[in-house]
């Protein structure tokens, strides 16, 4: 028996680059992709013969927390696996509260993919071990998700923060440059003044502090 899943991000590059890692295995089966969380809920009411979707976080219309929220009251047959960028705290916690059976990263491999998709059908939980140690930190705290006094003043301009979310995705200049319809010279300025504006020197540093201030 196949495995049917269902993708929801409002990237339909990832969505094709997630669905590439799923067909490598013969026991898995995409059915369908939605580009939000409102949109996955109509394509539910029409066919909700779905084992597992893995679920975005950040999207327009309706997030992927709200959505699952949702998912899990009306559709408790379907187990839900957050595949996100994002590995903050409040997410995993607000993640977790609204019924996520798994938490992993975009990055994650086919065979992780695969394992965990099938761990998690088999009552497990999937996890990235640094997503399973923030968990666990968060159990032991949990009334510490965010420690707000922490938080920097970073003001970046709107067209930053596009760059900045689609260097968090691993993209090159030249994509980046494509996707946001500009010059590489002017993606290249852009990086440069959000690493000035971070105070950071590399790429890891600049979305790994984005992230901890909730800029992306």
């Known amino acids: 028996m196949k495995i049917k899943i269902a993708i929801v991000d409002d990237n339909s590059f990832l969505i094709t680059?997630?669905?590439?890692?799923?067909?490598?295995?013969?026991?898995?089966?995409?059915?369908?992709?939605?580009?939000?969380?409102?949109?996955?809920?109509?394509?539910?009411?029409?066919?909700?013969?779905?084992?597992?979707?893995?679920?975005?976080?950040?999207?327009?219309?309706?997030?992927?927390?709200?959505?699952?929220?949702?998912?899990?009251?009306?559709?408790?047959?379907?187990?839900?696996?957050?595949l996100t960028v994002f590995d903050n705290d409040e997410n995993i916690f607000n993640a977790i509260k609204a019924g996520a059976d798994g938490y992993l990263l975009k990055d994650v491999n086919a065979k992780d993919l695969h394992d965990g998709i099938v761990e998690t059908l088999n009552g497990g939980a999937a996890m990235n071990p640094s997503i399973a140690m923030k968990t666990l930190r968060l159990l032991r705290n949990p009334l510490n998700i965010e420690n707000e006094s922490d938080k920097e003043d970073i003001k970046l301009t709107p067209r930053e923060v596009e760059v900045l979310e689609q260097l968090s995705k691993g993209l090159s200049y030249n994509l980046i440059a494509k996707n946001l319809i500009l010059s590489t010279g002017t993606v290249r300025k852009h990086i440069e003044n959000i690493y000035k504006k971070l105070q950071v020197h590399n790429k890891i540093e600049a979305v790994q502090k984005a992230k901890n201030n909730n800029l992306i």
């Open 17 to 82: 680059s997630v669905n590439e890692k799923l067909s490598f295995f013969e026991d898995l089966d995409f059915k369908f992709s939605a580009l939000n969380g409102s949109d996955l809920l109509v394509k539910l009411e029409s066919n909700h013969n779905i084992d597992l979707i893995l679920m975005d976080i950040e999207m327009p219309v309706l997030n992927g927390i709200e959505a699952t929220e949702i998912v899990k009251q009306k559709y408790p047959h379907i187990k839900i696996i957050m």
